[in-house]
């Protein structure tokens, strides 16, 4: 085909293809792009009493690094995911070998009960959980005598609540990237003798590191962005769950409660920098072995 | 595919271990249904994982559609508005994106789908504030639109029916098609949509679902109670039923309001499952 008679229906094309693009491009601009550049302008701005709005350059961003709510909040989610992600990743590594080595019909009704928290909306996981806790209500405290919401105790609740949303989803994500590995793999590790324990450690785990940095990855991003969970117990014991448990509490607080709305910008600006440079560094340094192109 | 036969000690330790995290994984809604079978006293005053002995599932329920003036089913309403609108919104919007990303040229493609892909993994917290003030200028916020505008916005889905169009929808009809003198709209109205069906369905899934669950965004648009989804809903009246500041506790609400919150996602989850596993493993992986 000649360049002049693929002309007309490239232009055809062009035109089809900026119209079809346009809602998205639309929805994009107002509601990622421009909030975005808002939350930029308003967290190099003070409000004062005598002159307004006034230009503080870096000033919000001076005070969240030296405010001591803000670093231990920071801190505090730090903790939380050195400790749960390596936890929920690992129940879920544990399941997903579990149900690619099972094919008994109590596998396929595992497998369901596993992915079912995930279909449930935060709030109301929390909710359940919350009642669980409870020394009224819920049979834990009463069963291992742990006051599960005590302020040394509490994070590690918060913990076990997340773990049971997402551990079912890691698995299910796991799982595919198991079920992709080709059979002759494992097969001929099988006659070299290797049992099913070692061949899912040595052989299936290392097969999908892809995936497991995958889940890492969104894992992470999930926990540095801790809302929901902290804001929902909080009634439970509010001298446990301050007002800046998390960055994000912290955040929303800031705003919504004492008006303060270029700090809150720069908290979340701030949270969101570290969360969207650290995702990419993350990403291209496993890029060759991450699946996300 | 036949796989050697196992030992029966290791098919027993995998499966007491299976059996273990079902039942962690199950134990919360157990408690539910229980729980929901109880009056506010049966709640406090009986075993937590057993029937008190009375039946109080109907006396609940019909307490839960009468409490604050029944606003629960207003929530209920406000749920499924918002989640059928802006899913069905969300999917045409990513549905006319990722199609013409996978199969039309046009000039700024590969800059504008480099910037989806950039801006794919911008942290949800960044965006609520602003979003809210911007609304608020608009004069927009405590309005349906609030919650369902920015609801449209689906940059994931984009992605995953690019990627899926990308192989699912043959270059030859669309082809066959123009020469047949079809409009691009049409093309893509009868040989795109039938073609990337399975991956519209699990967008649709997903981003209703999401919208069902969405927390953040409702809690900070809204003010106005008659507006609020079931998340918002039920958390300010477990808040006040913990603190104790509006009148008698009525926890058997709350939970009785939760279980009928949960029942159409776990029937959606149950009868959709496949739709479900495919959105997790489309994009991500392959």
New interface residues.
């Given amino acids: 085909m000649t360049a002049a008679a693929r002309r007309p ?2 232009g ?7 119209l ?2 346009t ?3 639309v ?2 601009v ?7 550049l ?2 930029a302008k ?1 967290s190099l701005y003070r409000s004062t009493l005598v002159e307004g709005e006034v230009f503080a350059w870096l000033d919000n961003y001076r005070q969240a690094l030296g405010d001591p709510e803000f670093r231990s909040g920071v801190r505090r989610v730090v903790l939380f995911g050195l400790v749960q992600t390596p936890v929920m990743i690992g ?1 879920a590594l ?2 997903a070998l ?2 690619d ?4 019909r ?2 396929r ?2 497998r ?6 995930y ?7 929390t ?6 806790y409870s020394p ?4 834990l405290s009463s069963l291992t005598d742990v006051d599960f919401l005590s302020s040394g105790t509490v994070l590690y609740s918060l913990g076990n609540i997340v773990t ?1 949303q997402w ?3 890691n698995m ?2 796991l799982y ?2 198991l079920q ?1 590995v080709p ?1 002759e793999v494992y097969e001929s590790a ?1 006659i070299d003798g290797a ?3 070692q061949t899912a450690l040595r052989i299936k785990t290392p097969m999908i590191s ?2 497991l940095v ?1 889940v890492t990855i969104f894992t992470i ?1 999930g926990t ?2 801790f ?2 969970e902290p ?2 117990l909080q ?2 014991n509010p001298g446990a769950i301050t007002n800046s448990y998390t960055p ?1 509490v912290y ?2 607080h800031q ?2 409660s004492y008006q303060q ?1 270029n700090y ?2 720069a908290i ?2 701030l ?2 920098a570290v ?2 440079v650290g ?2 560094i993350f990403l291209f340094a496993t890029r060759r072995k991450s ?2 192109r | ?1 036949s ?2 036969a ?1 030992t029966t000690g ?2 027993i330790a ?2 007491a ?3 273990l ?2 039942a ?6 157990w ?2 249904l229980v ?1 929901s079978t109880k009056d506010n006293d049966g ?2 005053g009986s ?3 057993w029937f008190s002995g009375d039946f109080e599932l109907f006396d609940n329920l019909s307490l839960l559609w009468r409490h604050d003036g029944g606003v629960y089913l207003r929530w209920l309403r406000n749920s499924a508005l918002y989640s059928v609108v802006s899913g069905i919104g969300a999917t ?3 549905a ?2 990722g ?3 996978a199969k ?6 590969n800059l ?1 789908f480099a ?2 892909l950039g ?1 794919i ?14 609304m608020s200028e608009a004069g927009l916020t405590d309005t349906v639109w609030a919650v369902i ?2 609801s ?2 689906n ?1 994931f889905g ?1 992605y995953l029916l690019r990627v899926y169009a990308h192989d699912a929808v043959p270059d030859e009809m669309l082809e066959a098609a ?1 020469i047949d003198g079809a409009g ?2 049409r093309v ?1 109205r009868s040989v795109a949509l039938p073609a990337m069906r399975p991956a519209l369905v699990t967008v649709l899934l997903f981003t209703m ?1 999401a919208t ?2 969405n ?2 965004l409702p809690l ?1 648009m809204l003010s106005d109670s008659d507006l609020f989804p ?3 809903g ?2 300010t009246w ?2 006040s039923a ?2 104790g500041n509006a009148g008698p506790a009525l ?1 058997n609400v ?2 009785v309001g ?1 279980l009928v ?2 029942v159409p ?2 029937v ?3 009868l959709l ?1 496949r739709y ?2 495919g959105g ?2 489309i994009g ?3």
């Fill in positions: 229906r490239v055809r094309q062009a035109v089809a293809g900026w079809f693009v809602p998205f491009t929805l994009l107002l509601f990622l792009l421009l909030p975005m808002y939350a308003l129940i544990v399941a579990l149900i080595e099972a094919t008994s109590f596998s009704v595992f369901l009960a596993a992915f079912v928290p279909a449930v909306p935060v709030v109301i996981g909710l359940m959980w919350g009642f669980l009224n209500t819920g049979p049971w551990a079912g989803y299910i994500v595919a990237a992709g059979r099988r049992g099913a324990v892809a995936a995958l991003i540095l962005q809302f929901t804001l929902i009634p439970l994000n955040a929303y705003a919504f709305y809150s910008a979340s600006f949270l969101g969360v969207f995702s990419y699946a996300l | 595919m796989r050697p196992r290791g098919r995998s499966h271990v299976m059996a995290m079902a962690y994984f199950l134990l919360p809604f408690w539910l729980a709640l406090f075993a937590p994982l045409a919007v990513a006319l994106a199609y013409a990303f039309l040229r046009f000039p700024g493609r504008l910037a989806l801006l993994m911008v942290p949800a917290t960044v965006l609520v504030l602003p979003t809210y003030l911007l505008l920015p449209l916005l940059p984009v123009r691009e709209l893509f679902v069902w669950n927390f953040f900070v079931l998340t918002v039920l958390r477990y808040q913990t603190l926890f709350v939970v939760a919150a949960i996602l776990i959606a989850f149950l499952q479900w596993r997790l493993t991500a992986l392959k």
